[in-house]
């Protein structure tokens, strides 16, 4: 016999405790059990889930390929580092043998590691104040100028987004002893050249203001 119930009924299936089955008595078969099931559990599933329920679900499922190719991008690397630094590293040999922290105190122990620190040390009290400084400066100026102001700041902005390789061949070449712009115009004015990039002295200052001026820009329109 054939039972009913409220609603759509489905053969061979087991539903609120009582079972349908065909006009023949015969129980449908797993598959069809299986299918409408799944169908139950469905629809059972949106019918939960809210209106902004659902749009989360969708921003967490778009959100997770940019945030796995993050994770890959800067965890993986990072923990990479972390693994060569606790082992013998060699590109010659395959064989690596773990070390533990002996590079960390032999780093620790070697003159040129502090000379390094101190010049970073150097940098950042020279670089970041002068960035901030001269880009609120720019800033300023150009908030207070109506006609071109959207020129003046993409002029200011486009070394930002140039390549470092190119910043890096002008200001060597500015920088250059004979040749270069700075001490053409030093010897114009009758003052000594500068060694610049050739002179350990000034060095440090000489990468520093080509990075300022690489960097004033974005803090030019973050300023705006």
């Keep these: 016999m054939r039972a009913y119930l409220p609603g759509p009924t489905f053969e061979g299936c087991s539903l609120m405790g009582r079972r349908v089955e065909t006009a023949g008595g015969k ?6 059990r299986a299918e409408t099931a799944s169908h139950w559990a469905g629809g059972a599933l949106r019918l939960r889930l809210t ?5 989360a679900l969708w921003a967490y499922t778009f959100l997770a390929v940019p945030l796995a190719f993050f994770v890959w991008i800067r965890f993986y690397p990072a923990l990479f580092a972390f693994n060569v630094s606790v082992r013998q590293w060699s590109i010659l040999s395959p064989d690596r043998p773990f070390v533990g922290f002996q590079n960390f105190v032999r780093m620790w122990q070697d003159p040129v590691f502090w000379k390094a620190l101190a ?7 020279v670089g970041v104040p002068a960035t901030l400084l001269i880009g609120l400066t720019i800033a300023l100026l150009i908030h207070r100028i109506t006609l071109f102001a959207g020129l003046y700041r993409m002029i200011y902005f486009v070394p930002y987004v140039t390549s470092a390789v190119a910043v890096a061949w002008v200001w060597r070449w500015m920088y250059a002893p004979s040749t270069g712009v700075f001490n053409e115009a030093m010897l114009r004015l009758g003052l000594p050249m500068q060694g610049f990039l050739r002179d350990p002295g000034e060095a440090l200052l000489s990468i520093a203001a080509a990075i300022v001026w690489q960097f004033v820009g974005f803090q030019v329109v973050i300023f705006l």
């Design 119 to 125: 010049n970073t040390g150097l940098y950042v009290l």
């Design 51 to 55: 209106i902004g329920q659902r749009q």
């Design 27 to 32: 129980p449908a078969s797993s598959a069809r």
